[in-house]
């Protein structure tokens, strides 16, 4: 998949730059270039991810929640988690749980971060932002924003379509798109949200189901022309 939104991005006040590491591409925004430290991390959380999958190799492959485990890493349990708030496979949550963990690392060493992998952002801002959206042929990508506050961060912003991509979904939304502090739960959320809308006329259905689940502080779903949104979503 061609990433030309990436292109969008664009900050006068910070440094961008990329790291990948086998099938992790972040993007990057930080006040100075920490490649190195980003790909310390990545690869940190990555051997996690890998180690727990060959320990488990349910983790890596189900669609469905599995038991929590409170005996191992943080990024584990928060994948666990959200896979049960969400009812999906805990590696539903992966993008948005590397994103969430690389941050909190390098914010040791930037004032502010934002960190995109694969369409899933997590952001630590001390200023206002807008962060576009891209929502495939929607006649609605690159016309609309979503406003950030800086007081609402850290937050992780993750985004699930059925027709852009190479993620799994069962869903046709052109975007799911779910805000939460866990960058794992608004992964698995955006999953969950997104294979529930089928047409057009599931989106206010599919916002019900997923303002339920905990922790969740916003959901905007894309379909075509239409757009239905619940909770903190400020648009611009």
């Given at each position: 998949?061609?990433?030309?939104?990436?292109?969008?991005?664009?900050?006068?006040?910070?440094?961008?730059?990329?790291?990948?590491?086998?099938?992790?591409?972040?993007?990057?925004?930080?006040?100075?270039?920490?490649?190195?430290?980003?790909?310390?991390?990545?690869?940190?959380?990555?051997?996690?991810?890998?180690?727990?999958?060959?320990?488990?190799?349910?983790?890596?492959?189900?669609?469905?929640?599995?038991?929590?485990?409170?005996?191992?890493?943080?990024?584990?349990?928060?994948?666990?988690?959200?896979?049960?708030?969400?009812?999906?496979?805990?590696?539903?949550?992966?993008?948005?749980a590397v994103s969430e963990y690389v941050a909190l690392d390098l914010l040791k060493n930037t004032p502010e971060i934002m960190i995109e992998n694969g369409g899933d952002i997590f952001l630590k801002t001390n200023l206002k932002r807008k962060i576009g959206l891209y929502?495939?042929?929607?006649?609605?990508?690159?016309?609309?924003?979503?406003?950030?506050?800086?007081?609402?961060?850290?937050?992780?912003?993750?985004?699930?379509?059925?027709?852009?991509?190479?993620?799994?979904?069962?869903?046709?939304?052109d975007a799911a798109v779910v805000l939460a502090k866990s960058g794992a739960l608004a992964d698995c959320a955006a999953t969950a949200i997104g294979n529930l809308v089928k047409k057009p006329t599931d989106i206010a259905m599919a916002i019900e189901w997923g303002q339920k689940i905990p922790g969740i502080k916003g959901i905007l779903i894309i379909v075509k022309d239409q757009i239905g949104a619940w909770g903190k979503i400020t648009l611009d």
């Open positions: 998949m061609k990433k030309d939104y990436r292109n969008w991005v664009a900050d006068s006040e910070l440094v961008k730059f990329e790291v990948q590491v086998e099938e992790t591409d972040l993007q990057i925004q930080a006040d100075k270039n920490l490649t190195e430290e980003a790909k310390t991390a990545c690869v940190k959380y990555r051997k996690i991810i890998k180690k727990y999958g060959l320990q488990k190799p349910e983790f890596l492959t189900s669609l469905l929640p599995l038991p929590q485990d409170i005996t191992v890493p943080l990024i584990i349990q928060d994948m666990l988690k959200a896979a049960q708030l969400t009812n999906t496979g805990p590696m539903a949550g992966v993008a948005g929502a495939g042929e929607s006649v609605l990508t690159g016309k609309i924003a979503l406003k950030i506050e800086p007081q609402d961060t850290p937050l992780a912003i993750c985004t699930s379509s059925g027709t852009v991509g190479h993620s799994l979904s069962f869903g046709k939304a």
